[in-house]
């Protein structure tokens, strides 16, 4: 991956064959980012996302191996447990032009990704609900 920052922005790249959730994360470790937002788009040639099913509080997921463009991927970063937590959802689409998408588990850059990271001064942790069945924003 490569960066430059511009004030409280970092502009990423990642390159071909690399994880989209640990690459981000191990940057906010390096960086010490504990808050911030993040954007992005580009392609990726594995995908696994997920769909919280509110009813049964559990994620079920799905893996797509196959060439993908991002058309929007956006979310937060936070912290949980002295650790960072990346929420981050994702819209893709295929040959067929038709969109899907969901909560990003784990995505592989096919040829590049270009994402956006907003540095927001502080830290939120995130906490389990148990009615919800999520770990939740604590404000
Ligand atoms: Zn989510």
Redesign the pocket.
Known sequence: MFFKKFGKRYIIRLEKGEEIIETIKSFCKDKDIKLGIVDGIGAVDYLSIGY?DPKNKEYHSKEFKEPLEILSLGGNISTMDEDIVL?I?ITVSGENYMAFGG?LNSAIVSGTCEVTIEVIDGEIERKFNETVGLNLLQL
């Open positions: 919280f929420h959802h909560h």
